[in-house]
């Protein structure tokens, strides 16, 4: 049956973190190849659609991060519309509102999700009927991140990061996120990458098949000692104090402690979610970081859900 338009959408759209991260030389296009393990977590911003009769695409952001977010033409989400919009002949605009609780440049896909919210959104406030494979292709074209938003769950990245295929994962991870103050620039951490090894050294990225294995456990504590960044040394190096907020993770009982993607968002891996609790306390009460955020994990992507009173 066809899903008719609608007049107002929301979708709620999750974070992401990687827990394997296995970068490669750079590709003649400047990308890297990559073998990646995605998981989205419980920790969203809401993206409303509202369609406008002027074909005019607009975006207000809401929200703690919102002054760091451009509210123009370049905003992904507003990308995002206007890459369907141009497509589909569609003849209606559209007023994004993006409520964020995602850091911004925290190597958690805000942006990322943001406008894989927006073409879930968009599909459904124009009645475009498009396949969630229709979807995943115009993501690729968005950003490497942007598939992987609308599947979710737990999935392998390969390619750039945008050729995404579920794998299994059991029970719920208790995560921790430690907020920086301001962000790292994700082009700028792959060139420190580049910069801190010997390319003709580097091998072609692969998935630690022991972190597949241990997904099948549901144990953090077989999880813990898999995973692994890449790109954590050259975030290191552009922003050394992360270190000393993964040392005291470590030390208020993580099992393990990470930088997020790109950074500098740090997470750890807590036992269970009441030991999450007094981590995400301790954190807050060090110092150490802007914000503290708690989320499980795996959860599903980008999702349509009932929008807020207008
Ligand atoms: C590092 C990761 C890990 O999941 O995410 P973040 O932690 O920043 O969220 C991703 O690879 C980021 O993906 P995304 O943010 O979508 O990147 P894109 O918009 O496609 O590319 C932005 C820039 O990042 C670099 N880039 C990105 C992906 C990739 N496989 N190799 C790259 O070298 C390129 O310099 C590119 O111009
Ligand atoms: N909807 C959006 N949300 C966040 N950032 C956005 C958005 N649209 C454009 N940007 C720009 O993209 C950059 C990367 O943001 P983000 O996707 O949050 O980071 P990361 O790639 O580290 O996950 C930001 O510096 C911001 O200027």
Redesign the pocket.
């Known amino acids: 049956m066809p899903v008719p338009p609608a007049s107002q959408v929301t979708v709620r759209a999750p974070a992401?973190i990687?827990l394997g991260?296995a970068v490669g030389a750079?590709r003649p296009d400047?990308?890297?190849?990559?073998a990646?393990v995605?998981q989205a977590v419980a920790l969203y911003d809401d993206v409303t659609a509202v369609s406008r009769e002027d074909g005019e695409i607009t975006v207000e952001v809401l929200g703690d991060f919102a002054a760091e977010v451009p509210a123009d033409d370049t905003n992904l989400a507003a990308r995002a519309a206007r890459l369907l919009q141009t497509e589909y002949d569609v003849e209606a605009g559209v007023e994004l509102t993006i409520r964020k609780t995602i850091p911004v440049a925290g190597?958690?896909?805000g942006g990322?999700t943001d406008a894989a919210a927006t073409l879930v959104a968009c599909n459904r406030l124009w009645g475009l009927q498009l396949t969630s494979a229709d979807l995943e292709r115009h993501a690729a074209v968005l950003?490497?991140?942007?598939p992987f938003c609308l599947v979710g769950h737990t999935a392998l990245?390969r390619g750039?990061?945008e050729q995404v295929t579920e794998v299994m994962s059991r029970g719920t991870f208790h995560w921790v996120f430690a907020i920086a103050d301001g962000g790292l620039s994700?082009?700028k951490?792959?060139g420190e990458l580049d910069r801190l090894r010997p390319l003709r050294r580097v091998e072609p990225p692969e998935v630690d098949p022991e972190l597949l294995s241990a997904l099948l456990t549901g144990e953090p504590a077989a999880l813990a000692p898999v995973l692994s960044n890449d790109?954590q040394a050259a975030a290191l190096s552009l922003r050394p104090k992360l270190g000393e907020t993964l040392q005291f993770g470590l030390e208020r009982g993580a099992l393990a402690a990470m930088v997020?993607?790109?950074g500098p968002t740090c997470l750890f891996l807590a036992p269970d979610s009441r030991r999450a609790v007094d981590l995400a306390v301790d954190l807050a009460d060090s110092g150490l970081c802007r914000m503290v955020r708690q989320a499980e994990g795996p959860v599903p992507g980008a999702r349509i859900i009932p929008g807020p009173a207008r």
Not at 143 to 146: A, H, I, K, L, R
């Open positions: 992401k990687n991260l750079p400047g990308f890297h190849p990559l990646t995605y190597g958690m896909a990322s950003g490497s991140d942007v990245g750039r990061g994700t082009p951490v792959y790109l997020s993607g790109s």
